[in-house]
């Protein structure tokens, strides 16, 4: 394959601008404000504990943020082979002007100190914001965030929902959700209501999703009103769920999600697959994992039953992504969304990335979100996403099927910007909900 | 990779006469009549509906198949990037002369033209035959087909058994095998007798091959006939069976099959993995998917009892190929077959046939089958598969081990074109059956 | 991608010295003595047996070395394009000055000629080490191996614990514990007296390993005592367990073996997803398979428990990779092992091993053990595996990040050779267990 091919295209596509849609980003602080804001992301906090630094090390509590990067930089040696390590080393570069090959226990004081004054530079947001070239930034909110304090229409919020359908029965979400709606969930009307009011709340604040991660043995399945009845009832005197009423009642209220999905014209992210609290004694947001034998039978007859609400969809395991090209291909409201977490990586981004866009319509394709917490991530994870993209376009398009290198980047733009555009329509005062 | 190398063996492998092992051609009009036979494939109804064309628009009754081509059009812009839309322009454009780079609203009614012309030609169908380098295509016939009106020589019959295994409850099929095979299957022994005239009927017309498509749960195992005596009693009686006695039965009937194809000396295909009506709303032939929690262990039972029946297994999944390699490798009569519908693209052909040609003897590979249901994609589809085997031989072959260009292209040669004719004996009149 | 950058990484793999940590070498006969050797390998009679050998033929009692040579020789054009064969070309070309293409029916006989000459020459196993690069191989001993006879610093004892796990209420195996431990196994308490004795014995004899094979559905758990009493003592009464008691046997013996590989400081190699005797008619080593729905889910529990204990674990099938790259991504005590069996060809390795640099701490993988029996075998396997290694560092590092050569090779040795000194170490007489 010819480098220089595929130099030319990573090039016209890294000119583009575009919408982030997924991230949790929070809007009122949204740029790293020290460096532990960036090594304390979890892929190095993880990876670095999984070489050897304890987790009482990088967690100890009342650890200032320098002393922070200072237990977490001796990890870096294990992980510089790691391509999360290569998004830190390009953003060390890139925007804090470190020029070393590695960052170790000799250089990174030095490379502190120089990022320190760099992000605290006014207009460090506005300006990580035109190098990253994004144009708005999907959030994921708590369902009783106030959604207050920000610019909307450009920290664009997503509704999300794991606390209403795994949660609920735990008293201090009972007390959020009474809290956000100002009723209670005690039974069914009032619960389905509830769930209205948060609707008309995030779309009264510009929302453009409604979003959720799943288990890998979750299986939606509509749920009648008289079989949750008597669980909320159960709820409201106190008398803890069973598993498998546990069960029913998250099948419930995410069935209800949907209906107001459908009803609010909202799509709905499902992320699907991960396992959560499996390495325990792991750090903060390191201890999750997944399985691969999940398969997306058990969401056909979600897909079915709610034609008109679209459903990104967004897999943990390589293994079921050609499920999802599969399922993308012939469900008009199944959309594919991106590299999750585990699958975000090269070697599972370029096979995944070949087969959707050898067999789904380009019109339904989200190419990539970040999934970022702090915005200086987007440039070198969708610079990721981007070589990778550049890659599979030279190769399977301009030398394998003779497309025009301006067509090859057009189907690039298509699935990298317009397609946000398309699939999470902007809501105009005139569009209503 | 050396793109002249892999040229190279490209067009050697595009010299080459095959027989396409398995199509659903209908061998007293196998050409298409007009471009409403090419586009109505389902690969594009399915992929234009999924892109946004309501089916009811695609399927209306009483269509013109100019109409219809008129309706599925619209649809062609969001799913250029697919390889299926590919080979319509291959079509469009060795065929029908067909000079754009699109096909749209303004250019559609002019190929349709001009494609009616040449199709209507005299002598099309040898001609499209002879360009496809065809010297004999496999069809699949209903149990209950008459196999009258053709060189059977050349359109040679296979016997697809789906119904039987699966829909023998169904008076319908219980009245197509009364005509078939003149007698009753209320009890085990004219149920046998019954399948036994089935296949003389089939053999007496130089059929190759048995066949069937399966679910990814199917789970073959013999079954006494003291159990099934009584459910063949009831359906006598009228009275249906429950699902699990319908298991029972369709076992069975499968393992009646394998014994016969014993009896026989026939090749049993195997397709395994499709769940049928997945996404009943979707367009004719575009409601099916896969679920890829399947696997060979299943049949490792049925591998066992038949030793001298040889089994083409197809897999739908992707991620069930590295069994079958593995079966493959050490069973004698488990023999790797082509690379089925949702496999059927680059990004898993590639990763598969690299896995077959690594590790599973070469005599023992079925290259590649159309599945086409009409002879102008014969062409193209094994286009693709050439190309993708050019690749494969170039650079794990001739670059990674030193073959030189003509052992690489003999291999090539014997996965698609000699296997066919040693897995799939032609049965002289010496060899009886 | 440029072939002269990934020669120049080749030939720098190419001359590391290692130690090969997993093989079946039995150390009193290391080297080949025959080519019967060489060509008895299971790959090739297995291989030559799917191809149509019968394995009557290939195993018939009695047979000399060269009449079994003879009768596997007609299989191997069959099998000319497997990877396997393109070891064994290697072998006769490098050691035995094979200077064909092809071995047939007449040309093998000089090749055996040839073979016999070498293989008997004086120093002829301390040739092959040196040429393989060998400074340690690993060994796999049965519990009550003597381990007498030869070098522990050099042929290095790795306790194999299948019989134990799985076999323990065959009396065949109890005598074998009696004999090794001197103890009988009729309570849990002289069982797991046994047990350490077993551990004392290889830990003074150099064991650097503990090991065992594991079927797709074992899920390792903690048994409490008080519910195996009562089976050793059925077994001690002479009544047979059924299938659910000897598997809660299983998962008490094996987890008494994390219990002391904790106390031993001892690694416990794991290799996951072998089902033994699928194919009970097929030759020797040649009749088992796996099922590739399997999950890493079913060890997260033992993973937890042992937090000491490092686990270097191997997948047998390659859609459970991804799994083992995020274990081992955030557990600290989960360690990659190495390409087994069904996965150690290069259609599987070059995925599996991608996905493995790009996310998994360069200090926690294995590269590569050749798992042979005969020594002839570490260099070609070991050189299909830096052929692979070379395309990836070369494509992932120095080409897509931009990585010297120096340090793509330098992450090459640390995974080729510097982790099995690092994740298996040596216990000189300082380091007691």
Known sequence: MSQALVQRLQSE???????????????????????ADILGYHYYTELAHSAGIPREQIEEPGLSPRDKVGRIVPGLAAIENTVQHSWLLEICRDLFGFEHDRIHESNWERLYDQSLAILASPGWEREILQRSRLTGVFLTNDF?????????????????????????????????????TGGEAWEVDSLREGIRKLFAHFLSHNARACAISLPPDFAPAAVSSS??????????????LSASEQGILSRFVFWSLAEECAEAHLPFDLMIGVNR?????????????FDSRCSLSAYAGLFNAFPRVTFPVSVLAHGVNQELVSYAWIFP???TSSHWWYSNIPAYIEPDLRARLQAVPQTKQIGYYSDMYKLEFAKPKFGMFRR????????????????????????????????TERIFPRRGPGRGT
Not at 20 to 33: C, F, K, V
């Open 13 to 35: 596509l890294d000119q583009l601008w575009l919408v982030d849609p997924h991230t949790h980003i929070n809007p009122l602080q949204a740029p790293s404000r020290t460096l």
């Open 144 to 180: 009783d965030d106030p959604l207050a304090g920000f610019d909307t229409s450009f920290y664009i919020p997503c509704l999300r929902t794991d606390d209403l359908v795994f949660r609920l029965s735990q008293p201090e979400t009972r007390q959020r959700f009474r809290q956000a």
């Open 227 to 240: 079989v949750v009845e008597p669980l909320l009832g159960a709820l409201r005197h106190g008398r803890p």
């Open 277 to 289: 609290r499996v390495y325990p004694a792991g750090v903060y947001q390191g201890q999750d994992l």
């Open 333 to 335: 409201n199944v959309v």
């Open 388 to 419: 990778v993209l550049a890659r599979v376009l030279a190769e399977d398009f301009v030398m394998g099927r003779g497309w025009s290198e301006t067509s090859a980047v057009a189907l690039g733009k298509t699935i990298l910007c317009d397609n």
